[in-house]
């Protein structure tokens, strides 16, 4: 049921104070080489399943109440994949980050439906050679950072698929192999409910949506609802976690895109099929005929419902890629990267997340406060660290490309007074790239004096 405001806040808070923590998950390990693809025992696509997806793996012993993370404040970057294009910048971020005092790299080897490794189920960046001695950028990093004391946290970007200005011409990309998983615009719902997802004009109208609504989206999202797609990224998390020595698994974008997502026809299909047993008899049948008529009959005449299932999908692949990672390598650190306002992420991007720490299926909070409003951080972290009552560690997220040295000094401080467990940089290559607010590209070393080896 949608609450009001007030409600979710104070609902928010109490639903959080009981919260059951994983064991043993130090962040230790040593480096992977460089190999290529091994016999994997994770998850398959659903086609070499016969269609079904399995069912979410339980570890069989419960979790107790230990903390998840090194009792020591964590430091920690997210490293975009640019960075991760060539071994010499790879070996290079790797060192500045240790000579800064950045113990946690948070890699993105998934960024738009691409593998920055050696993938068994997507193809490599583009921009990347594909001979069978290419560049590892996954496993190369392990080992620079192993090496040196790092820890390697792969960051996968869970719905966000495909930029809409320029799409992926590899026939493997699942952007080509299954347009039918993509994410449908409201807008479009009507138009496409019944059109094949193979014909051109389908994936044409949902990449002309995005880029007419580029300010809103950034580009083109898989359908969360669609099992196929479960399915799809649930296997790349476990083929990541068993052939790579990683300490973490970061998931990102793993959200709705807006409210006015998803209204595929496997979304729908999914929905109606959701609401047996929600239903009275007459309800049932008067909604039926009107589908008949209007594929968005029952999202209509259910809002309230229609919400409720979709926190339940990504919620549900969440609670899956936790128990999938627990059962196979249980040290390994499940995070993601949070929506800072909780209500937005509650209502409009179907991030319950809150639901994810009361149940214990997420190790670490990275919380996205890319604000350089001192206040608002302080207001939202501090709601974060609370509603987490100390059993599931905040990483307070600061954008340093929106903040000046200082500001982000100031709010490293500010998350060391609420209680944060650590904190994580966006991003790495902003922050050694001279440019706009960083001329001289010296702003990592500038944080980490002054935070970090400063007064």
């Not at 269609?51 to 920690?76: F, I, K, M, Y």
Request: a neutral charge; glycine letters at 8%; aromatic letters at 8%.
């Amino acid at each position: 049921m949608t609450r009001s405001c007030g409600e979710f806040r104070r609902g928010f808070c109490r639903a959080l104070v009981a919260v059951v923590v994983l064991s043993g998950c130090t962040l230790v390990g040593g480096p992977l080489p460089e190999a290529g693809p091994q016999p994997t025992r994770g998850g398959r696509p659903a086609a070499e399943r016969g269609g079904q997806p399995a069912a979410t793996e339980r570890p069989p012993v419960q979790p107790s109440a230990t903390p998840p993370a090194t009792t020591a404040e964590v430091h920690a970057l997210w490293v975009v994949r640019s960075t991760l294009t060539h071994a010499d910048s790879i070996r290079a971020m790797v060192r500045r980050a240790a000579e800064a005092g950045f113990g946690d790299l948070i890699v993105q080897v998934r960024g738009r439906g691409d593998a920055y490794y050696r993938g068994r189920w997507e193809p490599p960046p583009a921009n990347q050679d594909p001979s069978p001695d290419q560049l590892d950028p996954l496993a190369l990093a392990i080992r620079e950072a192993h090496a040196r004391g790092l820890r390697v946290h792969a960051w996968v970007n869970a719905h966000l698929l495909a930029s809409a200005e320029l799409p992926p011409d590899d026939p493997r990309h699942l952007f080509n192999s299954g347009p039918g998983l993509l994410a449908v615009a409201r807008p479009l719902a009507r138009a496409l409910h019944d059109m094949d997802p193979n014909d051109d004009r389908y994936r044409d109208a949902i990449v002309r949506h995005a880029r007419e609504h580029s300010g809103e989206l950034e580009g083109v999202y898989t359908a969360p609802a669609h099992p196929e797609v479960k399915e799809h990224v649930y296997s790349v998390v476990m083929d990541v976690v068993e052939r790579y020595d990683v300490d973490g698994i970061h998931l990102d974008y793993v959200r709705f895109p807006g409210p006015d997502f998803d209204y595929s026809r496997a979304a729908l299909d999914g929905f109606r099929e959701w609401t047996t047993g929600r239903l009275g008899s007459e309800r049932r049948a008067e909604l039926d005929a009107a589908a008949t008529r209007d594929p968005l009959a029952f999202v209509d005449a259910l809002p309230e419902l229609w919400d409720d299932f979709r926190r339940e999908q990504i919620t549900e692949l969440v609670e899956r890629v936790y128990y999938g990672v627990k059962k196979r390598k249980p040290p390994v650190v499940v995070s993601a990267a949070l929506f800072a306002n909780a209500e937005d992420a509650y209502r409009n991007r179907f991030q319950d997340w809150a639901t994810w720490l009361r149940q214990g299926i997420l190790d670490v909070a990275v919380l996205m406060a890319y604000t350089p409003d001192s206040e608002l951080f302080r207001r939202q972290l501090a709601a974060a660290v609370e509603a987490a009552g100390g059993l599931r560690p905040v990483w307070a997220g600061i954008g340093a490309y929106s903040n000046t040295v200082s500001g982000t000094v100031e709010k490293i401080r500010i998350a060391r007074t609420l209680g944060a467990r650590g904190i994580s940089l966006f991003s790495y290559d902003w922050a050694v790239t001279p440019g706009n607010g960083n001329p001289s590209g010296t702003y990592l070393v500038e944080v980490a004096r002054a935070a970090f080896t400063g007064p």
